[in-house]
């Protein structure tokens, strides 16, 4: 069965500092993963994905997240937070012989000024 | 705006009554889903449709819920019988499938719905 685990609830960071939200997955086939952004009293947004090809992705607002298939792991990473990146981010899974997606729990990313 | 939206955005109603959600989607997008969100979980996939046809349904889709997409473009979603169970976020995306590599989903704002 398709699952996604996202092992923190809440992330702090210092603004300026890198930051890193955890993802790890199960699939039976080829994994199609995402991350999105839910900002307070907004619908979710897409930020990037990873379908083939290159395992380090590059997404919107500078956000990059790398593909492990050893690891089943597909990290969001930042090279420098802002505070503005305060929000809850989601990482999901489609496996690639349905159509369902699976989302993880939610991680709070907390960027401190 | 051409995001998109669904309607209403707030319902109460009370346990026993039926309700109805509507979802508008982008308008060159043939692929729509439909999730719930509950506090401090993430969406949780409920059903998806190809233009006017419903492939995929969720377990957790009882036989109160039903969705149709009539003509392939909006969509609505009935809860019959409401539980206080059902209150929830429920949220409907869409997506492109013209060009076969973008399986991004869209999101609207949701409709809240809360059963007394």
């Known amino acids: 069965a398709q699952s996604v685990a996202q092992p923190e609830d809440q992330v702090n960071v210092a603004e300026g500092n890198p930051l890193t939200v955890k993802c790890t997955y199960s699939v039976s086939g080829n994994p199609y993963l995402f991350w999105y952004v839910q900002y307070p009293n907004r619908g979710l947004q897409f930020l990037l994905k990873?379908?083939?090809?290159?395992?380090l992705v590059k997404g919107s607002y500078g956000f990059e997240a790398e593909f492990n298939k050893s690891q089943t792991s597909f990290h969001l990473k930042k090279p420098s937070a802002l505070v503005s990146d305060s929000a809850l981010y989601f990482c999901?899974?489609?496996?690639?012989?349905?159509?369902?997606?699976?989302f993880g729990t939610g991680t709070r990313l907390k960027v401190l000024a | 705006d051409t995001g998109v939206s669904q309607d209403p955005r707030h319902k109460i109603t009370k346990r026993g009554q039926n309700v109805t959600f509507r979802c508008d989607p982008i308008s060159e997008h043939n692929r729509l889903y439909w999730y719930r969100q509950t506090l401090g979980q993430g969406p949780e996939f409920l059903t998806y449709f190809q233009n006017e046809a419903q492939l995929e349904k969720s377990r957790l889709l009882s036989d109160r819920f039903s969705a149709e997409r009539p003509k392939g473009s909006f969509s609505t979603l009935e809860i019959q019988r409401t539980e206080q169970g059902d209150s929830a976020m429920y949220l409907c995306?869409?997506?492109?499938?013209?060009?076969?590599?973008?399986?991004?989903?869209?999101f609207g704002p949701g409709t809240r719905l809360t059963v007394t």
């Open positions: 990873y379908i083939t090809g290159d395992n």
């Open positions: 999901a899974v489609r496996d690639g012989g349905t159509y369902k997606y699976i």
């Open positions: 995306a869409s997506s492109d499938s013209t060009d076969r590599l973008i399986y991004e989903q869209y």
